[in-house]
């Protein structure tokens, strides 16, 4: 009897608070700059929560189509060769990208002193040599400085 009396009273509870005024879903103005934004990948990760303002944060929003930063840009037309190097290490890079490139620094893998740097803006023709003989086996670092501000580094081993 207990139960039926608990089982009456849970259904006269719940279609009680059904029927009392909740939230109720009102059409979303997609252009709303106020309205806040939630979006997600196919992880269920959330990868971007803010304003739906397309004109305040150009950039802000994932999906647009934004150019990739300097340093991506410029890997493909690099060159360093031979790798593994044993005495000379030769850099090429393409004409297109020389005015990106400032400065080329050859630098130890366990050291911050620099141990050869290169102004690229000096050079005539799109290629460098680094005279490696000299130095110590082991990884060493090219770390190019970018127009931008940005650094692209590659690593090269020496045997």
């Not at 089982?7 to 279609?15: E, H, L, M, R």
Request: proline letters at 6%; glycine letters at 4%; a neutral charge.
């Amino acid at each position: 009897m207990k139960k039926i009396l608990l089982y009456f009273c849970c259904i006269a509870f719940s279609s009680f608070y059904s029927q009392q005024a909740g939230v109720t879903a009102v059409p979303v103005d997609p252009i709303d700059p106020t309205l806040v934004i939630f979006q997600y990948d196919d992880a269920g990760n959330q990868i971007y929560r803010g304003l739906n303002c397309l004109t305040c944060c150009v950039g802000c929003r994932p999906g647009q189509d934004l150019a990739p930063p300097l340093a991506e840009q410029i890997a493909n037309y690099i060159q360093t060769v031979p790798v593994p190097v044993k005495t000379d290490l030769t850099v090429i890079w393409d004409l297109s990208i020389r005015d990106y490139i400032v400065t080329i620094d050859l630098l130890p893998y366990n050291a911050f002193k620099i141990t050869e740097s290169v102004n690229v803006k000096a050079l005539s023709n799109n290629s460098y040599v680094f005279r490696m003989n000299h130095l110590p086996y082991g990884v060493y670092f090219l770390k190019f400085n970018l127009s931008d501000g940005s650094v692209y580094t590659r690593s090269v081993t020496k045997n």
